[in-house]
């Protein structure tokens, strides 16, 4: 049974950095594009950012391109996801996927296997 188990979530100020991490339990995580995506109270989950296969290419959306920094370990089956320069509307449960391919690409659409999630909070 595939598992992706997020930790690192919690609450920080404007402006200050929080790192999330994602194990999985994927036989062959190399196998996977990972992702990361968001929802906010009241809001549809949104991509945040994804990375292909081996780490060659990476993906992000326009309102954290620059801040945020989507990282990968295969060795240890691990997706690390650096958010910088928090603001306020970053608030979200933040949200490990995986998605099989036979492509290095990084999509932000179609995957397969999500975790349980973990809550940021930016306070102003």
């Known amino acids: 049974q595939v598992q992706l188990v997020e930790s690192g979530g919690g609450l920080v100020q404007a402006g200050q950095s929080l790192s999330v991490s994602c194990v999985a339990s994927f036989g062959t995580l190399s196998d996977h594009a990972m992702g990361w995506f968001r929802q906010a109270p009241g809001m549809e989950r949104e991509f945040v950012a994804a990375?292909?296969?081996?780490?060659?290419?990476?993906n992000y959306a326009d309102s954290v391109k620059g801040r945020f920094i989507i990282s990968r370990d295969n060795a240890k089956n691990t997706v690390f996801l650096q958010m910088n320069d928090l603001k306020p509307e970053d608030t979200a449960v933040y949200y490990c996927?995986?998605?099989?391919?036979?492509?290095?690409?990084?999509?932000?659409?179609?995957?397969?296997?999500w975790g349980q999630g973990t809550q940021v909070t930016v306070s102003s």
């Open positions: 990375i292909s296969r081996v780490g060659r290419v990476r």
């Open positions: 996927a995986g998605r099989y391919t036979v492509t290095g690409s990084a999509p932000d659409n179609g995957y397969q296997y």
